[in-house]
C-alpha cells in the first residue's frame, strides 16, 4: 500500500457505493487527503483484507464489527472503532404482527412462523431472535423461522429480505416479521403495512450499527486526518449534503462499541460465527 | 414547499397534538410545521394516540438529526413524548440562489442563466450544490425576443383540432390528374414541415429553461408542424391510398436546414426565409386550390406559420441589434447553403408542375396558362417577401435582393 493514501474497505451492497465513495474521495483530495477505497461483495471478505493488510480502514457492519474485533484479538492484535454516523446510534428492532392477532408476548409465538430478514443480518434476523430466544422459545423446535435471504454476506444491507418478510406477513404466510424501525415506518408508508394492519408485539433496547473500524497497525496520522476530516464534515456544505444523503446521516459521531452488547449475545448464543472464526484461526466469544 | 426558512425561529406552540394521526399517514406535517416554530435546542411535546407514534418518532427524529425522548410513567396519558430540535432546515438553503425573476421581459431576463439553475421554475429559489445541466443555448442575445410570451398565448390560444377544423367529407370532384396533382403537393408539404418540426424540437432540447416563453412557442411550434404534417397526409390519403413523390434535390435542400448547427442561423433559414416563401404558398394554396379540403388545411397551415416567421424576426431583430456583425453571418450562411445546393436541382419538376395544374384546375389549355402564371407571380410574391423581411433584419435594398435570389429554389 502507497504510505499516505488511507484506503477504506467498504461493502457494494448497492451501486450508489460507488458514487458514495468518488464522493469522499473526491472531498478529502480538495482538502489534500489522498484517500481511496476498495469495494468488498461481502463484509467477511472485509473483514479479512483488512486483517491481512490490505485496507486502513474498514467500514463495518455490525456483525462486521465483531468478527473484525474477534479475529484482531485471536490474533493478539486489537480494533477499535473511530466514527459511526449519527443515523447508527440507538436503533431497535420491532417483532411486528397482524394488528388482529392475539398474540401478547414474544412467549406467545410459540408454534408459529416467524419471517426474518438475511441469516446476517443484525437487525431483522440474529438480534430479534436473540429476544424470542431469551423469551424462552427453542428457535430449533418452538418456532418456524422463515428467513428471508436477500444478498446473504452484505448483512442485511439490502431491505429486500425485510421487505419481503413484511409482505409475507400481510399475506398471512408468517405469523410474525422481525424488522429494524425504521423500516417499520417506511413499510407503512409505502403500504407494504397498510395502516391498522399490523401491530408491534416487541420492541428491543437501543444498539448500534456500523462503524469506521481501524486496527492497531493502522498508519495514526492518516487514521486521524481521516477522523478530523469527518468531523469538520457540515450537512449545511451542499456538496457534504450530497454524499450525507446518499449515505443516510445528519452527522459522523465518535465510535462507541457499547451499542453492540445484544448482538455479541446474539453470536454467542447462536454460534453465528464459530465456522468462519476457526476457518480463520480465531475462536468465537 | 414555502419559502425557505429563516434561521431566526417565529414564535411558536411548544406541544402538538397529531390526534389519531401516524407518522406513517402524514402526521409528520402536523410535526414539522410545528417544530418550524421551535428553536434549535428548544422541545416539543407531541400528543397522540396512534400506537406507533413512539416508535415512529423516534425513527423519525433519528433520521432528520433531532432527539427524541419518550414519556415516563409520570407524564399524561396521551404524551408520547418531547422532540429536541437538532438541525436548523434554513442550513440546507444557505447559499441558495433565486433563479431569476418569474415576471421578466427584457433586459431583466437573465442573459447568461446558471446552469446550476437547471430546471428550475424562473423565479424559485435553487438549492446551493445541485447538478449543472449542459444547456448550450444558454445566451438571452442569441435565442430572447420579448414577443415570444406574446406570440406564445395567441399560439395556445389558436390550437385547432384537425378532426374537427376541416370538413374531410365535404364533397367535391376532382379530375384525376388533378387530384394527383395534389397529393403530390402534400407529399411535398409534408417532408417539408417535418424538417419545420425537427429543427425547432432539437433546439428546444438545447435551450436553457430559464427562457420560459421561448422553450414554450418552440414546443408549440413543433406541435403546429405536428397537425400540419397530419392535415397534409389526411389531405393525401383523401383519395388515394400511396402518397407522391420524394426527390433528392428537396431532400439534399431540407438537410441543410436539420444540419445547421447554428440556432440564429437555423432559425434565419428555416423561419425567415423558407417558413416566409411558404406562407406565399400556403396563402397560394388557399387561394387556388381545386377543393374545399386543401383550402383550408393550407389556410389553417398559414395561420400557424405566421407566428412562426414572427418569432424569428423578433429575435433575429433582437440579436443583430445587440450583435451587428450577426448580419454578416445571416448572410454567409445563406451564401454557403446556395453554394452547397448549387449542383441540386432545387424545386423539383414534380411539385412545380403540380401547382400549375392544381391552380389550373383543368386541362384547358387556358387554364393551364393561368395555373403557370399564378405560379410565376407565386415565386415573385414569395421573393418579395423574403426582402421585406431581410430589410426588417437590417439588411440594404441591394443585400437584400441578392440574398433572396440566393435562397433555396426548393423554397423551403
Same mark, same amino acid.
Given at each position: 500500500? *502507497?504510505?499516505?493514501?488511507?484506503?477504506?474497505?467498504?461493502?457494494?451492497?448497492?451501486?450508489? &457505493?460507488?458514487?458514495?465513495?468518488?464522493?469522499?474521495?473526491?472531498?478529502?483530495?480538495?482538502?489534500?487527503?489522498?484517500?481511496?477505497?476498495?469495494?468488498? $461483495?461481502?463484509?467477511?471478505?472485509? &473483514?479479512?483484507?483488512?486483517?491481512?493488510?490490505?485496507?486502513?480502514?474498514?467500514?463495518?457492519?455490525?456483525?462486521?464489527?465483531?468478527?473484525?474485533?474477534?479475529?484482531?484479538?485471536?490474533?493478539?492484535?486489537?480494533?477499535?472503532? &473511530?466514527?459511526?454516523?449519527?443515523?447508527?446510534?440507538?436503533?431497535?428492532?420491532?417483532?411486528?404482527?397482524?394488528?388482529? $392477532?392475539?398474540?401478547?408476548?414474544?412467549?406467545?409465538?410459540?408454534?408459529?412462523?416467524?419471517?426474518?430478514?438475511?441469516?446476517? $443480518?443484525?437487525?431483522?434476523?440474529?438480534?430479534?431472535?436473540?429476544?424470542?430466544?431469551?423469551?424462552?422459545?427453542?428457535?430449533?423446535?418452538?418456532?418456524?423461522?422463515?428467513?428471508?435471504?436477500?444478498?446473504?454476506?452484505?448483512?442485511?444491507?439490502?431491505?429486500?429480505?425485510?421487505?419481503?418478510?413484511?409482505?409475507?406477513?400481510?399475506?398471512?404466510?408468517?405469523?410474525?416479521?422481525?424488522?429494524?424501525?425504521?423500516?417499520?415506518?417506511?413499510?407503512?408508508?409505502?403500504?407494504?403495512?397498510?395502516?391498522?394492519?399490523?401491530?408491534?408485539?416487541?420492541?428491543?433496547?437501543?444498539?448500534?450499527?456500523?462503524?469506521?473500524?481501524?486496527?492497531?497497525?493502522?498508519?495514526?496520522?492518516?487514521?486521524?486526518?481521516?477522523? *478530523?476530516?469527518?468531523?469538520?464534515?457540515?450537512?449545511?456544505?451542499?456538496?457534504?449534503?450530497?454524499?450525507?444523503?446518499?449515505?443516510?446521516?445528519?452527522?459522523?459521531?465518535?465510535?462507541?462499541?457499547?451499542?453492540?452488547?445484544?448482538?455479541?449475545?446474539? &453470536?454467542?448464543?447462536?454460534?453465528?460465527? *464459530?465456522?468462519?472464526?476457526?476457518?480463520?484461526?480465531?475462536?468465537?466469544? | 414547499?414555502?419559502?425557505?426558512?429563516?434561521?431566526?425561529?417565529?414564535?411558536?406552540?411548544?406541544?402538538?397534538?397529531?390526534?389519531?394521526?401516524?407518522?406513517?399517514?402524514?402526521?409528520?406535517?402536523?410535526?414539522?410545521?410545528?417544530?418550524?416554530?421551535?428553536?434549535?435546542?428548544?422541545?416539543?411535546?407531541?400528543?397522540?394516540?396512534?400506537?406507533?407514534?413512539?416508535?415512529?418518532?423516534?425513527?423519525?427524529?433519528?433520521?432528520?438529526?433531532?432527539?427524541?425522548?419518550?414519556?415516563?410513567?409520570?407524564?399524561?396519558?396521551?404524551?408520547?413524548?418531547?422532540?429536541?430540535?437538532?438541525?436548523?432546515?434554513?442550513?440546507?438553503?444557505?447559499?441558495?440562489?433565486?433563479? %431569476?425573476?418569474?415576471?421578466?421581459?427584457?433586459?431583466?431576463?437573465?442573459?447568461?442563466?446558471?446552469?446550476?439553475?437547471?430546471?428550475?421554475?424562473?423565479?424559485?429559489?435553487?438549492?446551493?450544490? %445541485?447538478?449543472?445541466?449542459?444547456?448550450?443555448?444558454?445566451?438571452?442575445?442569441?435565442?430572447?425576443?420579448?414577443?415570444?410570451?406574446?406570440?406564445?398565448?395567441?399560439?395556445?390560444?389558436?390550437?385547432?383540432?384537425?378532426?374537427?377544423?376541416?370538413?374531410?367529407?365535404?364533397?367535391?370532384?376532382?379530375?384525376?390528374?388533378?387530384?394527383?396533382?395534389?397529393?403530390?403537393?402534400?407529399?411535398?408539404?409534408?417532408?417539408?414541415?417535418?424538417?419545420?418540426?425537427?429543427?425547432?424540437?432539437?433546439?428546444?432540447?438545447?435551450?436553457?429553461?430559464?427562457?420560459?416563453?421561448?422553450?414554450?412557442?418552440?414546443?408549440?411550434?413543433?406541435?403546429?408542424?405536428?397537425?400540419?404534417?397530419?392535415?397534409?397526409?389526411?389531405?393525401?390519403?383523401?383519395?388515394?391510398?400511396?402518397?407522391?413523390?420524394?426527390?433528392?434535390?428537396?431532400?439534399?435542400?431540407?438537410?441543410?436546414?436539420?444540419?445547421?448547427?447554428?440556432?440564429?442561423?437555423?432559425?434565419?433559414?428555416?423561419?425567415?426565409?423558407?417558413?416566409?416563401?411558404?406562407?406565399?404558398?400556403?396563402?397560394?394554396?388557399?387561394?387556388?386550390?381545386?377543393?374545399?379540403?386543401?383550402?383550408?388545411?393550407?389556410?389553417?397551415?398559414?395561420?400557424?406559420?405566421?407566428?412562426?416567421?414572427?418569432?424569428?424576426?423578433?429575435?433575429?431583430?433582437?440579436?443583430?441589434?445587440?450583435?451587428?456583425?450577426?448580419?454578416?453571418?445571416?448572410?454567409?450562411?445563406?451564401?454557403?447553403?446556395?453554394?452547397?445546393?448549387?449542383?441540386?436541382?432545387?424545386?423539383?419538376?414534380?411539385?412545380?408542375?403540380?401547382?400549375?395544374?392544381?391552380?389550373?384546375?383543368?386541362?384547358?389549355?387556358?387554364?393551364?396558362?393561368?395555373?403557370?402564371?399564378?405560379?410565376?407571380?407565386?415565386?415573385?410574391?414569395?421573393?418579395?417577401?423574403?426582402?421585406?423581411?431581410?430589410?426588417?433584419?437590417?439588411?440594404?435594398?441591394?443585400?437584400?435582393?441578392?440574398?433572396?435570389?440566393?435562397?433555396?429554389?426548393?423554397?423551403?
Amino acid at each position: 500500500m *502507497e504510505s499516505d493514501t488511507l484506503l477504506l474497505g467498504a461493502v457494494a451492497y448497492d451501486s450508489k &457505493v460507488v458514487t458514495i465513495w468518488d464522493g469522499f474521495q473526491q472531498y478529502f483530495a480538495a482538502r489534500g487527503f489522498p484517500f481511496d477505497y476498495v469495494l468488498y $461483495s461481502n463484509y467477511e471478505r472485509q &473483514v479479512e483484507g483488512q486483517l491481512a493488510g490490505h485496507t486502513h480502514v474498514g467500514w463495518n457492519s455490525p456483525l462486521a464489527w465483531i468478527e473484525a474485533a474477534r479475529l484482531a484479538a485471536a490474533r493478539g492484535r486489537s480494533a477499535r472503532a &473511530v466514527a459511526m454516523r449519527d443515523t447508527d446510534c440507538d436503533l431497535t428492532s420491532v417483532v411486528v404482527v397482524r394488528a388482529d $392477532s392475539p398474540w401478547r408476548s414474544l412467549a406467545d409465538l410459540r408454534g408459529k412462523r416467524v419471517g426474518t430478514g438475511a441469516a446476517d $443480518s443484525p437487525q431483522a434476523h440474529l438480534i430479534p431472535l436473540l429476544h424470542l430466544a431469551e423469551a424462552g422459545l427453542d428457535l430449533a423446535r418452538d418456532v418456524e423461522i422463515r428467513r428471508f435471504d436477500l444478498l446473504v454476506g452484505k448483512h442485511g444491507d439490502h431491505i429486500g429480505g425485510e421487505r419481503e418478510a413484511a409482505r409475507a406477513l400481510v399475506k398471512g404466510e408468517v405469523d410474525a416479521a422481525c424488522m429494524i424501525d425504521g423500516n417499520h415506518l417506511q413499510f407503512a408508508r409505502e403500504g407494504v403495512l397498510p395502516a391498522g394492519s399490523t401491530r408491534v408485539l416487541h420492541q428491543t433496547p437501543p444498539y448500534d450499527h456500523c462503524n469506521f473500524t481501524v486496527l492497531d497497525d493502522a498508519p495514526r496520522g492518516p487514521v486521524d486526518r481521516f477522523v *478530523e476530516l469527518l468531523f469538520a464534515m457540515s450537512y449545511d456544505e451542499p456538496e457534504v449534503r450530497r454524499l450525507f444523503d446518499l449515505e443516510g446521516l445528519k452527522a459522523w459521531r465518535r465510535g462507541r462499541v457499547e451499542g453492540y452488547a445484544q448482538l455479541e449475545r446474539a &453470536v454467542d448464543r447462536f454460534g453465528t460465527l *464459530e465456522p468462519w472464526l476457526r476457518a480463520h484461526g480465531g475462536r468465537s466469544g | 414547499m414555502s419559502e425557505p426558512r429563516a434561521a431566526e425561529p417565529r414564535a411558536g406552540p411548544t406541544a402538538v397534538d397529531l390526534g389519531h394521526l401516524g407518522l406513517d399517514r402524514g402526521g409528520h406535517l402536523l410535526l414539522k410545521r410545528a417544530l418550524a416554530g421551535v428553536a434549535v435546542g428548544e422541545r416539543l411535546a407531541v400528543r397522540g394516540r396512534d400506537p406507533h407514534l413512539a416508535l415512529h418518532l423516534a425513527v423519525w427524529c433519528r433520521a432528520q438529526g433531532h432527539e427524541f425522548a419518550p414519556a415516563v410513567e409520570a407524564d399524561p396519558a396521551d404524551l408520547v413524548g418531547h422532540v429536541t430540535r437538532r438541525t436548523d432546515q434554513a442550513g440546507r438553503w444557505r447559499g441558495a440562489e433565486r433563479a %431569476g425573476d418569474a415576471r421578466a421581459a427584457g433586459d431583466a431576463v437573465a442573459s447568461h442563466p446558471s446552469a446550476r439553475w437547471g430546471l428550475a421554475a424562473r423565479g424559485a429559489t435553487v438549492e446551493a450544490g %445541485g447538478p449543472a445541466f449542459d444547456f448550450p443555448l444558454g445566451d438571452r442575445r442569441t435565442v430572447w425576443a420579448d414577443e415570444a410570451a406574446r406570440l406564445y398565448e395567441q399560439a395556445a390560444a389558436a390550437q385547432w383540432d384537425p378532426a374537427t377544423a376541416i370538413a374531410w367529407s365535404e364533397p367535391f370532384v376532382l379530375a384525376d390528374e388533378v387530384e394527383d396533382a395534389v397529393v403530390q403537393v402534400m407529399t411535398y408539404l409534408v417532408e417539408n414541415e417535418t424538417a419545420a418540426l425537427l429543427v425547432p424540437a432539437r433546439f428546444l432540447a438545447q435551450l436553457h429553461p430559464h427562457f420560459r416563453e421561448v422553450m414554450q412557442l418552440l414546443a408549440v411550434q413543433t406541435a403546429d408542424e405536428a397537425r400540419h404534417i397530419e392535415v397534409f397526409t389526411r389531405r393525401a390519403l383523401l383519395r388515394r391510398d400511396q402518397l407522391g413523390l420524394s426527390t433528392v434535390g428537396g431532400q439534399l435542400s431540407l438537410k441543410t436546414l436539420v444540419d445547421e448547427p447554428d440556432f440564429a442561423l437555423a432559425s434565419f433559414l428555416l423561419s425567415v426565409l423558407g417558413e416566409g416563401s411558404f406562407l406565399s404558398l400556403l396563402w397560394f394554396l388557399h387561394r387556388n386550390a381545386p377543393d374545399p379540403v386543401t383550402a383550408e388545411v393550407a389556410r389553417l397551415a398559414a395561420q400557424d406559420e405566421a407566428r412562426h416567421v414572427a418569432f424569428g424576426l423578433a429575435h433575429l431583430c433582437r440579436h443583430a441589434g445587440e450583435e451587428p456583425a450577426l448580419r454578416a453571418r445571416l448572410a454567409a450562411a445563406v451564401e454557403r447553403r446556395h453554394d452547397a445546393l448549387r449542383h441540386t436541382a432545387g424545386l423539383n419538376e414534380e411539385v412545380f408542375d403540380a401547382l400549375v395544374l392544381l391552380a389550373a384546375g383543368s386541362w384547358q389549355p387556358e387554364a393551364i396558362e393561368r395555373g403557370h402564371a399564378a405560379v410565376v407571380d407565386l415565386t415573385r410574391d414569395m421573393d418579395e417577401g423574403r426582402r421585406r423581411r431581410l430589410r426588417r433584419l437590417g439588411f440594404t435594398d441591394g443585400e437584400a435582393e441578392a440574398l433572396s435570389s440566393l435562397h433555396t429554389r426548393n423554397f423551403m
